[in-house]
């Protein structure tokens, strides 16, 4: 699917699974999950739809992008760095 970047622990991952973590995460929490919602005017089903469209997934990382504290903290929790997550979302923008 793309390059693989290589995460904090050691594993290699394409773009696309780094920002499936990240949604993953921001999805986890209520509140962020919310503002994701109201914020883009995406439904559950968009979401899920989206899943696999390397467009979407790199507009979920802008998101993120958005809100640096956000950006970082989702980064930690999948074992990546903010630049890991960054550089996903220019792979998945070539994609499209």
Same mark, same amino acid.
């Given at each position: ?49 989206? /899943? ?16 640096? /504290? ?6 930690? /929790? ?9 550089? /996903? ?8």
């Amino acid at each position: 699917m793309g390059d693989t970047i290589e995460t904090n622990g050691g594993k290699s991952s394409d773009a696309a699974t780094l920002a499936l973590l990240a949604l993953g995460w921001l999805l986890g929490d209520g509140e962020r999950a919310s503002r994701l919602l109201a914020l883009t005017g995406m439904t559950a089903d968009d979401l899920r739809q989206g /899943a696999t469209n390397p467009r979407i997934l790199a507009e979920f990382i802008r998101y993120l992008e958005g809100h640096e /504290a956000d950006l970082v903290a989702a980064a930690d /929790a999948i074992g990546a760095t903010a630049v890991q997550l960054v550089n /996903a979302r220019i792979e998945l923008e070539r994609q499209t």
